[in-house]
């Protein structure tokens, strides 16, 4: 018997502010987007403003140990710990079980530069290479680029020790996160599953993946479902995006209030032969009633814009829709985490009945959740 | 569903149709299983990248896969591989490229190599900055960097080969992702998700930064002369992990299944158990308590005591902190039995196979049922009088083994335990 599953905690932090309420302001066209199109020319950003980090992490010396990646997921985290009032329940926060969608990696760029410089001209390539990264690299750093230290900083800075994951893999990462959370909790394995995850955008290491693979946009920032064949690709934008999921029994009983249900999650990795993304985002979405409000964690690229443009025009006919990456920039891993809790905000504030939030990776995965008002 | 068919707690029993791996022993859990049950070591001198200058110049690579320059993330695809073809084929399920269920995967973190940014750099007149490498990769001239370097495109590629069903999932919890693959296979066969699942912990990322990384941090051997010595778990003289790689497999199945389609049954995963440690990034809580959970919550899973445990599958990683840590909370675990209770770490031969490790030592677990033989710690000389344990020193031993408990404890406060049998509880 799958219990019903609904989101009580919602933790946002982006290129607008924190909370969901500049979230849905900007949505509302009462918020411009942050847009920096000078700092990584030619790519434009969403860059995170200043934060207050210390409300969150307090101690200097976690913050220290930590990459901007991780400091932005630990904060938004413990944003959706508040929002579900469960950040002071030490016990419960020992039973609570964490799935983390995360890249990893940031590189240090200076040492990077002066190594490659030196690379040019070494006698022996290999025995410089080994020297300059013995006495360049912080010892520390390796433990800001590990993947799942997301997840084990989460733990050390609010005190989350129940089962941990770390899933990986670009934007999918982000959807089979809440799609296992969600299974989990429907058939139940846990109880409460706080499930998320961040990206720090400014930083030229990602940029270099992305553009390799040409999927940067460069210049003019159009509206994401503008973007096509002549002008597309991401403008991605720094992001921390957690939910507390939990199941409705649970919540009922601690007197937590649930701010959306999510009612499922589908996932699926077609080979991306034409017209795949369009009938897979179509077969998840199944049967829909009345006309929801559609939350899209596209990333920009045109093939995959397109493709899902013609799925929700089918899915989703007259719908309201709003593409997340426009907010705040295409956030990678924590694309779609972004998508569903700005989606649950919308549900909460009234906005409507039921909301379908979409998911198409830059290169791999597709995704759909449906939720509803609660 | 019958009830023969269901767990204590009413959840289908979740049976292993199919085991496959390779590691610096061999290729294939026939050459691995022999060469580790005569004590013999993987460790040697590594020869993929010059090692003048650094404190440890060993690991258990896996060195014959190649006759070209490699990536990491290519090497860990290929190991995969290998370990999936031999789980899938003794498995017999599904049709070649046809696996009927979904794909659990352990794969390290993945980045841009040296090599390809010297390649970017090589157009770059001036001190090379990463706008200049970003001018170069927008002529688009290496656009295969992208696909090879992005998280999910090793899963992407054993998916694509297997055929295995929905989104797989690529999983990180350090060094117990290998264990933490299994759990979540065993899990959505629970959940009724799926009636199989392939479930995969591969490793190949031994390169120079990736153990400079390491070394930074004074978590390898460096006692590196005889290569074949420095892996010493519980030994007094101890002094750091060995890197190794390495693919392991298992095909996961529902009891029901199996015995529907008569496919031998090479044991069950019967139990897991997980639990993090807030309390730092890299040691231990000091009173062991996240490890103990995880083990006691194994057995709970399981639904067996401490005394129906016959072998632990060490975690032991050779680091003085690990093992020690290890032996306390197994102590708390098992009482004054421990004394008299086999453990031993397969990573004193093949090394710390890092994100495979969990698979690579759940597959040995699962030969040691079958064999009825416990492979041994190896460079076992000087006993840690503070680890008095019957740690199977330096000989493998012929004893009847029914059930094992095997522990994975990483980096960030991951605890990972699981239980194999040879019968459902």
């Known amino acids: 018997m799958a219990r019903e599953v609904v989101i009580t905690g919602i933790g946002l932090l982006s290129s607008l502010g924190e909370g969901v309420a500049p979230h849905v302001e900007a949505m509302d066209g009462a918020r411009p987007p942050v847009i920096d199109t000078v700092s990584f020319a030619p790519y434009p950003v969403h860059p995170l403003g200043a934060v207050e980090y210390d409300r969150q992490i307090p101690k200097k010396s976690d913050q220290r140990q930590m990459e901007p990646w991780q400091r932005i997921g630990v904060y938004a985290a413990g944003l959706a710990l508040d929002s579900a009032g469960i950040k002071s329940d030490a016990e419960a926060k020992d039973r609570m079980h964490v799935i983390v969608a995360a890249g990893g990696g940031e590189r240090d760029h200076a040492v990077d530069g002066q190594i490659l410089t030196g690379l040019k001209t070494a006698a022996d390539p290999g025995v410089f290479l080994n020297e300059r990264l013995l006495s360049d690299l912080r010892p520390t750093l390796f433990l800001a680029q590990l993947s799942n230290l997301l997840a084990g900083n989460i733990s050390i800075v609010h005190g989350v020790t129940g089962p941990s994951r770390t899933f990986m893999g670009e934007e999918q990462a982000g959807v089979d996160a809440i799609r296992i959370a969600h299974a989990r909790i429907a058939a139940g394995q846990a109880d409460m599953i706080l499930v998320g995850g961040s990206y720090n955008a400014e930083r030229r290491d990602m940029m270099l993946l992305f553009e390799l693979g040409g999927v940067m946009l460069t210049g003019d920032v159009v509206p994401t479902f503008a973007r096509d064949a002549g002008h597309g690709g991401m403008v991605t934008g720094s992001v921390g995006a957690f939910l507390v999921l939990e199941a409705a029994d649970s919540a009922r009983a601690r007197g937590a209030t649930a701010q959306a249900r999510l009612d499922s999650v589908a996932a699926d990795r077609t080979r991306r032969n034409p017209a795949d993304i369009t009938r897979a985002l179509t077969a998840m979405a199944g049967p829909l009633t009345g006309a929801p409000l559609v939350v899209s964690a596209s990333s920009g690229v045109a093939a995959c814009v397109a493709e899902e443009k013609a799925a929700l025009a089918a899915i989703a006919p007259g719908a309201t829709s709003v593409a997340m990456g426009d907010l705040t920039g295409h956030a990678v891993e924590a694309a779609f985490p972004a998508a569903v809790a700005l989606a649950a905000a919308l549900l909460q504030a009234g906005r409507g009945t039921e909301a379908v939030v979409t998911g198409v990776g830059h290169h791999r995965g597709e995704g759909l959740a449906r939720l509803s008002r609660a | ?425």
Not at chain 2, 403 to 419: E, K, P, Y
């Open chain 2, 1 to 425: 569903m019958s009830s023969a068919h269901l767990d204590a707690s009413g959840r289908p029993l979740v049976a292993v149709t199919g085991l496959g791996m390779v590691t610096s022993l061999g290729r294939g859990k026939a050459d691995n299983w022999s060469r580790l049950t005569v004590g013999q070591s993987g460790i040697h001198r590594i020869t993929r990248f010059p090692t003048e200058g650094l404190r440890t110049t060993i690991a258990g690579t896996v060195d014959d896969l190649f006759d070209r320059p490699f990536a990491a993330p290519e090497l860990s695809e290929k190991l995969a591989m290998i370990a999936a073809e031999e789980a899938v084929a003794q498995s017999g399920l599904g049709r070649p490229g046809d696996f009927p269920g979904p794909l659990f995967m352990a794969v390290p973190p993945v980045e841009l190599e040296w090599v390809q940014k010297q390649e970017l750099a090589a157009s770059s007149n001036a001190d090379v900055t990463y706008q200049a490498l970003l001018a170069d990769a927008a002529r688009h001239r290496h656009t295969d960097y992208h696909a090879m370097f992005l998280f999910g495109s090793v899963a992407d590629h054993i998916a694509d080969h297997f055929g295995t069903k929905g989104s797989p999932i690529s999983l990180s919890t350090a060094c117990s992702s290998g264990a933490t693959a299994i759990q979540m296979g065993v899990e959505a066969i629970r959940r009724g998700d799926a009636e199989a699942a392939l479930c995969i912990g591969t490793d190949g990322s031994v390169q120079a930064e990736s153990l400079i990384r390491f070394s930074l941090l004074s978590a390898l051997s460096t006692q590196n002369d005889p290569p074949t010595a420095a892996s010493k778990p519980f030994s007094k003289n101890r002094d750091g992990f060995v890197m190794g790689e390495g693919g392991a497999a298992l095909v996961l199945e529902s009891y029901e299944s199996a015995r529907r389609r008569g496919a031998a049954i090479l044991g069950f995963v019967l139990g897991c158990g997980e639990k993090g440690d807030g309390f730092h990034r890299t040691r231990s809580s000091p009173d062991g308590r996240p490890a103990i959970v995880a083990m006691q919550q194994a057995l709970a899973d399981a639904g067996l005591e401490p005394d129906q445990i016959d072998y632990v599958n060490a975690h032991g990683t050779s680091t003085p902190e690990n093992d020690k840590m290890e032996a306390m909370s197994c102590t708390a675990v098992f009482g004054e039995r421990m004394g008299r209770l086999p453990i031993s770490s397969n990573k004193s031969m093949v090394g710390h196979t890092l994100t495979a490790a969990g698979a690579v030592e759940a597959v040995f677990s699962l030969l040691t049922i079958a064999h009825g033989r416990i492979p041994p710690t190896i460079n076992y000389r000087e006993p840690d009088p503070n680890i008095p344990l019957d740690v199977v020193p330096n000989t493998a031993r012929d004893a009847a083994v029914r059930r094992v408990i095997s522990n994975s404890f990483g980096f960030g406060g991951q605890n990972t335990c699981l239980v194999f049998a040879d019968s459902p509880a």
